[in-house]
Structure formats: C-alpha cells, structure tokens
C-alpha cells in the first residue's frame, strides 16, 4: 500500500507501505485517525478493512466483558471484526472508551462503514486526556487504493476542551475521589442478547461462557466483585473498584504521560437504562460512595457541548487509540451498518535490541517506567534525610544516589524512616546509585558497590552507573571517603584501565543479586559502542546532562537505538552550577520568553515545562529541591501535553552548552586537564 501524506502547505511523503510502527505513531500521536476513500474511488470493502487490521499485526484482544450487543462477521482476514454495537436506532450510545468497565480495555478501536445511516448514525469523539495537543487537532483521510492521509480542514478535536482538564478543573473534588477509589459499575444482564437495549448484551455473551456453572466460576474469581441471580433468571453484577482515572504511560515506545479520564462512568449514568436496569444506580465510586447526580449530569453536558461528531461515508475507517479518546453514536434512521474491531498493543518483542549483545534483561518492569520523575541527591543542602523523606512523602519513588555526593548515610536514613512509617515498601522504590572513578578497577568494584549498600542500609539497589568514563587512582576507604577527584596529596591521577574489564565486574554484581541493573553515566556514543563490544549485559540506562541549552538529540538517538534507556540529569539546565561558578544568572532558563510564554499557556512554571519537555522526548529527568513545594510542582507535570511546535522550539534552544563538564572543571579545580566529550 502507497501512503502519501498531504500536509496543508507542506511538502509530501511518500511511503511505500503503511508499517505497524508508523501506523502506531501516528495513532499516538494524533489519537484517532480517519482513513477515507478518494473521491471517485472505490470504497474500501469490509474484506480490505479486515487485511489493512491483519496488515498492521497489532496483538489479539479477546472481547470478554462488553454490554453491547454484538455479532462476528465472517472475513477473509484472520482478524475479528464484529457488528458495532446494534442498540436500537433511537437510542444515542453515550460516550465512552471501549470497555472501560473491565480491567484491560483495548488500546485500539477500529469502525468501518458498510452502510451510512440515512440520517444521523454520525460516531462522535472527544479528547479524554488532560492536555490540549496537536495529537487530537487533525483527523486523516485516506484513500483506498493508495492510501492518501491529508489533513482534515474541518471540524478538529483538538480546538476542543479535553474531558479530564475540564473535571479536574470544574468538579476537583469529584475527579480526586474517582482518583483514589475508582467506580463500581452495575449491570443486570439478561440470559439471551436483547437487541432493544443498548446494553442488552447477554451475561453468556459478556463473559465468553456456555454455562452457569461456568460463569460462576469465573465470577467467583474475580476479587471485590458481587453477583446475584435475580428472579426471572438475569444476572446483576456489581464489578469490583476499577480504576477510573488513568496515567498513560507509554505506547509502543511513544512517551504519553498524561492522565485521561477513563471510565464508563458517564456512559452508565446517561446510557445504562433498559427494563432491567436503572441508570441513576448504575455507578458509585469505589469505597460504594454514591456520585453526585449534578456533577455527572454537568460532565455528560460538556461532553456533549464539545464533541466532534463525524457523519459516516461508504467504506470509511476510524482508527481510534482506545485509551486517549472517547466515542459516541447519534441516532440514526434507515439502515445502518458500521462494523468494529478491537486489539491490543503491538506484540513486545524488539522493544531492546538484540544486535548480539546476550541480552540479559529479563525483567522488563524496570524499563516500563510508571512514574518517570526521579529525585536527585547531589549537593542537597540541610538534612538529606529529611529531604528524602519529604521527597517520598510528595510522592517521588525513584532516586538518584552516589557514593560521591557524600549523603549515603543519611540517604539510607531517610529511606528507612518512609519504609517504618509506611509510607512506601522497599519494593515500592527504585534506588540508583554510581561507582566512583577511584573505583574502576574490577577488585575494587565490589567493594564499591557493597560500600554503597552499607551506607544505604540496603540489601541491593535498583541499578548502579559507572559514574564516569574516567579511571582514577584507587584511594583506599580508609584513606578518604568518598574519595572525591584528588588523592591524599590533592592530586587528580588518571589511571590506564580497561573500561570492558570495569564493565565485567559490573556484570557479576548483577549475578550476586546486590544490583537488579547495570549501566553507565556521562558516556559518549564511542564509551557505550565500547562497553557494548564485550557486554553479555546491556546497559539498562545512561544518565547524562540534558536540558533545553544541551538536548543531546544524537546520543539519546543512539542510546535508543542500542536498547538504552536514557535519564537526564540537571533538566532545569544552570541552576545548580551558579554556586560553583560553572553557570551564571545569564544562564538561568526560568525567564527564557519561548519557556515563559508555554508555561503561561498552560498556567505552569518554566520549570515544569522543561520537565515536560523532557518527559515527552522519552528521557527521565532527575530533578531535586530542597523545598517541599518546589518538589511537588516538579511532579505536577502529567496533566498538559506539548504540542510538537512547543517541543520544537524548546529544541531550538539548544546551544550544546555543558555545565557539567570534566574537560573544563578537572582543569579548574583540580589542574588536570581531562576532556571526555571531545
Ligand atoms: N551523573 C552525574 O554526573 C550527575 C551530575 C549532576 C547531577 N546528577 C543528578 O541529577 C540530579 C539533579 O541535578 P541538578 O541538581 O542539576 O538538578 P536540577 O533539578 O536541574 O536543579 C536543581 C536546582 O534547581 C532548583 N530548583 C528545583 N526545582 C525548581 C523549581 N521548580 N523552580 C525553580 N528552581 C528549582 C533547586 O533549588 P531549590 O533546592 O532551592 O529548590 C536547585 O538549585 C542531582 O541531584 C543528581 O542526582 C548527576
């Protein structure tokens, strides 16, 4: 298939073929796309649809848990394709993602109409996440034959109020409740399909099962849930909490971030009426609380005031990320077909490379990465226990630690007191922390590492980084710690090491058990190709200087491509170098105007903009203050999305200006000159 893509103003591209992976990024990116037929083309048929969803090789999602009445259409394609839900014309299916009310609901929703409506039928949409961006402002068209996307000239989504920025911002007190306890869903389902309701979907249909006995099984297993059998033979089920408010997190590799309002809440208290049910009782929050009727009827009108309905054509397709939007169905008269498919995420291999490498990393949890806010140790001025327990109280989990920034103890202090407190379990954590340069020697590895958990007062840590690519004369513990950059006589002694023997010793930590990962700090591309030459361990991560004025494109490129994760530290840029004269005032990003002027856009600071940014380029940035206020605002940053102009001219400002850089800081302070990145 031939995709040609047709930018207002802008030159063309051509593709060859429509790949899984530019059809998933431009799902992410643009939340739902509608691929179209050319004027005067044939329209695409149920059996092209059907092959376009085989092309794309997105991963089976098994249709277990929906009200809405369906059935399986017979394709050549070895895909499912079903009737879209078949309530009766006159009846208006509220919007909703679909099965938001079972605890995995499909990422992907796809339409296609065989037969528009005579009136009416239109499939409306609304942006369900927390930030305006151009990902939801252009739905595509695509032609049949060769594929054409082009932007769309009318009606956008994105000029739209999304759902979760308004509830947040119009009922908090409601949006924090659903928050923390999730919503209780009731449904009563009849034995065989009803077709006159739009939830009418029988509970053997609903749950995939031919008998009771089964079902009750399958009920039974299913913690928190209650059922009961009503007297003329249907079934009520009140489901367990689900979550109702959502971080998305990441899809297929696409840095999403962003809270969404997903659930069916809506839907049940507009939609879930029939003979056997009553709309008003078929919601509560999860702690059984009852919801305020005001507030869901206040958000069922917004949600209507500002949804872009699209009218059906023969052979059109919606293609819909499932987790960022919402969709609707008007009324309709005459016959109408349209027809949908469901499926999951892509399937996960590739996501690390495996260019010969044996790759080792076996828990892919650390890679998926629910809260990408890190808390950074480094210079923390006052009690470092204090701060890390504050850190923790405000909600960070992730911390980066060194055995050169001296605070292990009271690191490892803080720590303890969170996990007594109860606030957070070991588990809960992901600690990090590095080995020094005086330490490069594989003997000396060990040492360091175990030196590294004694002051922690921990059994392992998450991941330890070789600190620098720079060997140092080893200085015994007893002698100085943390050792710093110069020996007993001042002095900076480079040492000849071989980094592939430094990296081995790092490889049989992770065998020890004493360090889940391994990887690497202020390495340049040439240091990881190095590393990687000799590895049986890929480096889980590489930590490196990055902000606006040192974007580092290139190396987080290849640190990417190689299968590496990437954390950036000091993303807020000069700040913490003033009070080492490594930076001046002029250098201070708080008052850049492009940074100003986003930030008052979406009513944040400057500094959440350029987290934000650092999020959205899919690095981890690793921030740290010593106020608790300013540690809450740098997490604040999940509920606005920056759109790609945004993000560019944040890019624009790089100047490849280093604060943080040996090849001029060794020479000042210690009088040896030690250039790494050049
Ligand atoms: N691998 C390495 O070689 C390396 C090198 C440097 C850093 N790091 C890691 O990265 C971490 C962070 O580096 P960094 O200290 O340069 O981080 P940063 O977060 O970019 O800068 C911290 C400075 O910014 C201020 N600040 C924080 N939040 C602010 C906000 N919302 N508004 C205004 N000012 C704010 C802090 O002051 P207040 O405390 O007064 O809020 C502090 O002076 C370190 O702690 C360390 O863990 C690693």
Request: overall charge negative; charged content about 25%.
């Given at each position: 298939m031939r995709v040609t893509r047709l930018l207002e103003g802008a030159s063309s591209e051509t593709h060859a073929t429509i790949s899984q992976d530019q059809f998933v990024s431009l799902v992410a990116k643009h939340k739902a796309l509608l691929l179209q037929c050319d004027e005067g083309s044939d329209p695409l048929s149920v059996d092209d649809f059907a092959e376009f969803m085989e092309s794309l090789q997105l991963q089976h999602y098994e249709y277990v848990g929906g009200a809405a009445p369906r059935r399986l259409i017979p394709v050549k394609a070895n895909v499912e394709v079903y009737t879209a839900n078949e309530a009766p014309p006159?009846?208006?299916?509220?919007?909703?993602?679909?099965?938001?009310?079972?605890?995995?609901?499909?990422?992907?929703?796809?339409?296609?109409?065989?037969?528009?409506?005579?009136?009416?039928?239109?499939?409306?949409?609304?942006?369900?996440?927390?930030?305006?961006?151009?990902?939801?402002?252009?739905?595509?068209?695509?032609?049949?034959?060769?594929?054409?996307?082009?932007?769309?000239?009318?009606?956008?989504?994105?000029?739209?109020?999304?759902?979760?920025?308004?509830?947040?911002?119009?009922?908090?007190?409601?949006?924090?409740?659903?928050?923390?306890?999730?919503?209780?869903?009731?449904?009563?389902?009849?034995?065989?399909?009803?077709?006159?309701?739009?939830?009418?979907?029988?509970?053997?249909?609903?749950?995939?099962?031919?008998?009771?006995?089964?079902?009750?099984?399958?009920?039974?297993?299913?913690?928190?849930?209650?059922?009961?059998?009503?007297?003329?033979?249907?079934?009520?089920?009140?489901?367990?909490?689900?979550?109702?408010?959502?971080?998305?997190?990441?899809?297929?590799?696409?840095?999403?971030?962003?809270?969404?309002?997903?659930?069916?809440?809506?839907?049940?208290?507009?939609?879930?009426?029939?003979?056997?049910?009553?709309?008003?009782?078929?919601?509560?929050?999860?702690?059984?609380?009852?919801?305020?009727?005001?507030?869901?009827?206040?958000?069922?009108?917004?949600?209507?005031?500002?949804?872009?309905?699209?009218?059906?054509?023969?052979?059109?397709?919606?293609?819909?990320?499932?987790?960022?939007?919402?969709?609707?169905?008007?009324?309709?008269?005459?016959?109408?077909?349209?027809?949908?498919?469901?499926?999951?995420?892509?399937?996960?291999?590739?996501?690390?490379?495996?260019?010969?490498?044996?790759?080792?990393?076996?828990?892919?949890?650390?890679?998926?990465?629910?809260?990408?806010?890190?808390?950074?140790?480094?210079?923390?001025?006052?009690?470092?226990?204090?701060?890390?327990?504050?850190?923790?109280?405000?909600?960070?989990?992730?911390?980066?630690?060194?055995?050169?920034?001296?605070?292990?103890?009271?690191?490892?202090?803080?720590?303890?007191?969170?996990?007594?407190?109860?606030?957070?379990?070991?588990?809960?954590?992901?600690?990090?922390?590095?080995?020094?340069?005086?330490?490069?020697?594989?003997?000396?590895?060990?040492?360091?590492?175990?030196?590294?958990?004694?002051?922690?007062?921990l059994d392992y840590v998450d991941e330890f980084l070789i600190h620098f690519p720079i060997s140092m004369e080893f200085v015994s513990f007893d002698e100085k710690y943390p050792p710093e950059w110069q020996n007993m006589n001042g002095e900076m002694v480079l040492v000849k090491n071989d980094i592939t023997a430094t990296w081995k010793a790092m490889e049989n930590l992770v065998a020890s058990g004493k360090t889940r990962f391994i990887g690497l700090s202020n390495f340049n591309c040439q240091h990881i190709r190095q590393v990687l030459s000799t590895a049986k361990i890929r480096p889980t991560s590489l930590q490196i200087e990055c902000h606006p004025h040192l974007s580092q494109s290139k190396l987080i490129r290849f640190a990417r491509d190689s299968g590496i994760r990437v954390s950036a530290f000091s993303p807020l840029g000069g700040t913490s170098y003033i009070s080492l004269d490594m930076a001046t005032g002029d250098d201070l990003l708080f008052e850049n105007p492009s940074v100003v002027g986003i930030s008052k856009r979406y009513n944040k600071t400057a500094a959440q903009v350029m987290l934000r940014w650092s999020i959205q380029r899919n690095t981890l940035p690793i921030s740290k203050s010593s106020s608790l206020g300013r540690m809450q605002e740098n997490r604040a940053i999940f509920d606005f999305y920056l759109t790609k102009e945004e993000m560019d001219a944040i890019d624009s400002l790089n100047k490849s200006r280093r604060y943080n850089d040996p090849g001029v800081f060794c020479e000042a302070g210690m009088g040896t000159f030690c250039p790494i990145y050049e």
């Open positions: 006159d009846q208006l299916i509220p919007f909703h993602h679909e099965l938001a009310q079972v605890a995995n609901p499909p990422q992907y929703i796809f339409f296609f109409c065989d037969l528009p409506s005579e009136t009416g039928g239109e499939t409306a949409l609304i942006d369900s996440t927390s930030g305006v961006c151009d990902c939801s402002k252009y739905l595509y068209y695509v032609a049949a034959s060769s594929i054409l996307i082009h932007m769309c000239s009318h009606d956008t989504i994105g000029d739209k109020i999304p759902v979760y920025r308004y509830v947040a911002d119009h009922h908090p007190e409601f949006m924090e409740k659903l928050k923390l306890h999730g919503a209780r869903y009731k449904r009563t389902m009849p034995a065989e399909d009803d077709k006159e309701s739009p939830i009418g979907r029988s509970f053997y249909n609903t749950y995939q099962v031919t008998s009771k006995d089964d079902l009750e099984k399958k009920l039974n297993n299913i913690a928190g849930l209650e059922y009961e059998w009503t007297p003329d033979g249907s079934l009520t089920v009140i489901t367990e909490p689900i979550p109702a408010v959502k971080m998305i997190e990441q899809q297929h590799g696409h840095a999403i971030y962003q809270w969404t309002f997903h659930n069916s809440v809506i839907a049940a208290f507009v939609g879930w009426q029939d003979s056997r049910n009553d709309r008003t009782q078929a919601v509560r929050f999860g702690n059984n609380d009852e919801m305020d009727q005001d507030v869901l009827g206040a958000i069922a009108k917004f949600m209507d005031d500002n949804k872009v309905s699209y009218k059906w054509k023969k052979g059109d397709v919606f293609a819909i990320n499932n987790r960022l939007v919402m969709h609707s169905r008007n009324s309709f008269t005459g016959p109408r077909r349209v027809y949908a498919s469901m499926f999951g995420d892509v399937t996960e291999i590739g996501t690390v490379k495996r260019d010969g490498v044996g790759q080792v990393i076996s828990d892919f949890s650390a890679l998926n990465v629910p809260d990408p806010t890190t808390f950074g140790m480094w210079r923390l001025g006052g009690d470092p226990s204090e701060t890390v327990y504050n850190a923790i109280k405000a909600g960070y989990r992730r911390f980066d630690s060194a055995c050169d920034y001296g605070n292990e103890v009271l690191t490892g202090k803080g720590i303890r007191r969170a996990i007594d407190d109860g606030i957070v379990k070991r588990d809960d954590l992901y600690i990090t922390t590095k080995l020094w340069n005086t330490y490069h020697h594989p003997d000396h590895v060990p040492l360091a590492l175990d030196r590294c958990l004694q002051d922690l007062g």
